[in-house]
C-alpha cells in the first residue's frame, strides 16, 4: 500500500527508479535493452550539439552503460522502423506507435496557421503546396535535396532556407512526417509514404491522447505534481487536470504529500519506492530528470541553466554542463567536451554542488567509460571549477 506521505528524500528515489537510474547495466546492450528503454521513456528529446555528443544517444547511455551508438542510429534513423519524430516534449523521438497521440497537436498548428494571416506558412501557402507536390512525386527527400530558387540558408548558424522553414511548418500539421535522418539531417515525406497504415488509420480522441499521455507521464517520472506531469508531453494545465481526476477514479495514480512540495503530487500506482539508488550517470541537459527546470530544483535542491547560449564571460559553470549523479543525489556539474581530433575527452570545468561530496575516484571511473563508449583514448582535466584541481590531479 502506498504511503499518504512521501518524504522528499523518497520521492527522489521514486522519480529515479522510474526513469530506470540505478539498476545494475547489461553486461551487452542490443536491441531489446534500447527499446525497453526508449519505452519505459516514452521519448529521447533531440538536440545538435555535439561538443561532447548529442543529447538523444545520453539518456540511454545514463540508464545502460556503454552502448553501440551505431545500433541506436539504426533504430532511430530508420526511414520506416519502431520510431518516428515529432513535437513530443521538444522535438523529439518517439514510437511510432505513439504518433496518432499527437494528431490534437497537428491540428491545433494547422488551425493556428489558418487563423494568423500574417504567420510564415499562411502567408507561403503556395510554397507549401509545392513541397507536397515534389515529396509525392520524387518521394522522402532531405531539405538540401530539394531544388529550388528558395533553397538558400538566410543569415548563420539557424538560418533557415524558405524549403527548409517550409518543410518544419508541414512537419508540425503533420502533413509530412520523419523519413529517418542521413549524418543527423532529417528527411521527410508524406505519411502515407512512411507510416504503416495501422498508426495512419488510428484515430484517437483529443481527450483519449491527453490520457494516454498523461499516464505515460505519470509512470514514467513515478511521481510528480501536476505541471510536472503536464510538462513531459507540453500540455496544458487545463487539459491535464480532469484526465488527472479519471486516472485518479481509476487508481492508476493516487493523491500523497511530499513535505515541502507547495502543490499536491501524484503516485503512480506502480512507482517502486526503493531504500537505495546506486545510480552513477552523467545526465544530458536534456534528459527527462532534469528537464523540467522547477522539477529538479524541488527534487534535487539543484538549480540548474544551460549556459550553451550565455556569452562565454556570463557563464557561470561553463558550456556544456552535465549535472553529475552519484546515488539519489546531484551532487556536481561537469562541463564536456569531446575532442575527437586529439582523442581526448576534455573536463573543461567541473564543480561540486554546495552541501555534497562528489567520490572523485567513482567520478574518474565514470569519465574514462565515457571516453571510451566516444571512442576516446583518455580524459584531460583543465582544473577549473571548484572540483577541477583534485580531477586534474586523479586523472594525471
Known sequence: MHPSVVSPALARRIALAAQGLGRPGSAAVGTRQLNQTVDRL???????????ERSHYLPLYARLGPYDRALADRLTFARSGRYTEYWAHEAAFLPVTSWPLMRWRMDEYRDWYAAHDDSWA????????????????????????????????????????????????????????????TRFERTYGLPEQILPSEVLDAVVPRHDAHRALVAHAARAHGIGTATDLADYFRLKNVDVAPVLRELED????????????????????????????????????????VWE?????RLFGFRYRIEIYTPQPKRVYGYYVLPLLQGDSLVGRIDLKSDRQAGILRVQHAWTEPGHTVDVDRLVALLHRTAAWQGLE????????DLGPTLAAALA
Open 42 to 52: 516514452g521519448l529521447l528529446q533531440i538536440d545538435s550539439v555535439n561538443v561532447f
Open 250 to 289: 481509476a487508481g492508476e495514480v493516487e493523491r500523497v504529500e511530499v513535505p515541502g512540495w507547495s502543490k499536491a503530487a501524484f503516485l503512480h500506482r506502480d512507482a517502486r519506492l526503493p531504500r537505495r539508488i546506486e545510480a552513477d550517470a552523467l545526465l544530458s541537459p536534456f534528459d527527462p530528470v
Open 293 to 297: 527546470r522547477a522539477r529538479t530544483e
Open 122 to 181: 499562411a502567408a507561403n501557402r503556395p510554397m507549401l503546396d509545392w513541397l507536397l507536390a515534389e515529396l509525392r512525386a520524387s518521394g522522402p527527400l532531405r531539405a538540401s535535396e530539394i531544388e529550388h530558387d528558395a533553397n538558400v540558408r538566410q543569415g548563420p548558424w539557424w538560418g533557415w532556407s524558405d524549403v527548409k522553414r517550409g518543410l518544419e511548418a508541414l512537419f508540425r500539421t503533420g502533413d509530412v512526417v520523419s523519413a529517418g535522418r
Open 378 to 385: 583518455g580524459v584531460e582535466a583543465t582544473g577549473r571549477g
